[in-house]
């Protein structure tokens, strides 16, 4: 018997990499059958198999539950792989989406939107896609817009470090001035944007959102190897015949797809795109080849857990998702930190 | 955003001789879209305001969850003052005739 185990082990080349994608894809299933059947009402697969669903039931547990699933697992995957494709890029533990200016740039187009009356030229029924088209097509501009001004023929990052903190300050001092000339009413708008939420989307906005979504994040997920030779620094880089500049506009666009679609859909949801990718290292060791899926499974996980858990801790109200992944994944992430501190 | 118990609203509502379809929290929350269907509310009152911020009456019956509801049906939507309800003062009894009013035409 122990030698036919051994045999079998021997026969599926049953690498580390292999382990631990699977061991993420099983807690990913998991999850998503925790959150199907954690909600305000009592649907889910649970009652599916004792036949308790009624038509009725069925339909709000497809129309409202299942997208939000969908939704979770598209913005945490897309938010954990750019966050871990751009410290591999910069080489810099602080990066993250956030540096490109995807979410300051849909901050302020979305405030831009709100507090004047541009909204008025849509048809009434149109508002709400709107509002996602604008927050869409201003994190591209702002991402665009540092690329351009981050442009270094050298193959330098530095600059592009440099042109994405000018214009996120820029950016928020402006968000600043909106939220000062404001009323009432938009200043609850906007902040509420802010916050970050999975709730007011549905089926078709998913749609559109993962259809724009997929290709950055394939995008992202096919630069894993030259990232790993990017390490070596950017000069011995290119002397191996690396294309630092094309690989910088490969993960520049694949961040602004992945993420401009997900900060449209679900506004600013924090920690994901910055510690998953560290949580993750710690664990399974810095090659890029592995982390980069492993990122974009782990953050699917945790916002499918922590989305669980915002709209069902104080229902009927819902508490910010960006909350509870920070309040979830912090105190774990400083426990890793300090381990790892004592070891070394 | 909605009313939940110990709000002006809340209370406004109770006066009216209104169940708040909501309870369980106290202020004002946002709520998440499958308690508001299985909260199963007859009639949707909102103010101005967030009308509004919604992008008009037609876009209230497009926020997520509003279509599964019992008032979507006929599009049972109420508008109210936003300062009349979120406060009492001397035009609180005029607001809640109105209200009452508003009610009794559309059941």
Redesign the interface.
């Known amino acids: 018997m122990k030698q036919l185990v051994s045999w079998k082990l021997k026969l599926i080349p049953w690498s580390k990499k292999n382990k631990a994608l699977t061991l993420l894809g099983v807690l990913l299933l998991v999850a998503l059958l925790i959150s199907a059947q954690a909600?305000?009402?009592a649907l889910g697969p649970w009652q599916i198999i004792t036949g308790q669903m009624d038509a009725?039931g069925w339909?709000?547990w497809t129309?409202?539950?299942l997208p939000r699933l969908a939704l979770a697992v598209v913005v945490g995957a897309a938010l954990a792989l750019s966050g871990a494709a751009m410290q591999g890029l910069f080489r810099n533990p602080l990066a993250d989406p956030g540096l490109l200016g995807v979410a300051s740039g849909a901050s302020l187009a979305v405030g831009l939107w709100i507090v004047f009356p541009l909204?008025a030229w849509f048809p009434?029924?149109?508002?709400?896609q709107a509002q996602m088209l604008v927050a869409c097509v201003g994190s591209w501009l702002t991402c665009w817009l540092i690329f351009r001004l981050g442009k270094d023929t050298q193959g330098n990052m530095l600059w592009l470090l440099l042109a994405g903190l000018a214009i996120n300050t820029l950016a928020g001092a402006a968000g600043g001035l909106l939220s000062y000339i404001a009323d009432d009413?938009q200043l609850?708008?906007m902040s509420?944007w802010g916050m970050g939420?999975l709730?007011?989307?549905?089926g078709i906005e998913l749609l559109v959102g993962a259809a724009i979504a997929s290709p950055g994040l394939v995008l992202l997920y096919s630069v894993r190897k030259q990232l790993d030779v990017l390490q070596l620094g950017d000069v011995s880089a290119q002397a191996t015949g690396l294309d630092t500049n094309k690989l910088r506009q490969k993960v520049v666009l694949g961040t602004a797809l992945a993420v401009g679609a997900s900060v449209a859909l679900a506004g600013i949801i924090g920690f994901l795109g910055l510690m998953i990718p560290h949580l993750l290292r710690m664990i399974l060791g810095p090659g890029h080849r592995l982390l980069l899926p492993a990122s974009a499974l782990g953050g699917a996980i945790l916002l499918v857990l922590a989305d669980a858990l915002a709209?069902t801790l104080?229902?009927?109200?819902?508490i910010?998702v960006g909350l509870l992944t920070s309040l979830l994944g912090g105190p774990y992430f400083l426990w890793m930190l300090s381990r790892g501190r004592g070891r070394g | 955003m909605v009313a939940g118990d110990n709000s002006s609203a809340a209370e406004l509502l109770s006066l009216a001789g209104i169940t708040n379809a909501i309870s369980g929290f106290s202020g004002y929350k946002p709520l998440t879209p499958e308690s508001l269907v299985a909260a199963q509310p007859q009639v949707v009152i909102m103010t101005a305001g967030g009308i509004v911020a919604a992008g008009g009456k037609q876009a209230v019956w497009k926020i997520n969850g509003m279509q599964h509801l019992p008032a979507a049906q006929q599009q049972r939507l109420i508008q109210v003052d936003d300062l009349a309800f979120l406060g009492f003062g001397p035009r609180t009894l005029e607001a809640l005739l109105q209200l009452r009013h508003d009610l009794e035409l559309l059941l």
Do not use: F, H
């Open positions: 909600g305000a009402m009725y339909q709000v129309a409202i539950r909204s009434e029924n149109w508002n709400w009413q609850r708008q509420l939420g709730g007011g989307v549905r709209r104080a229902a009927p109200a819902e910010p």
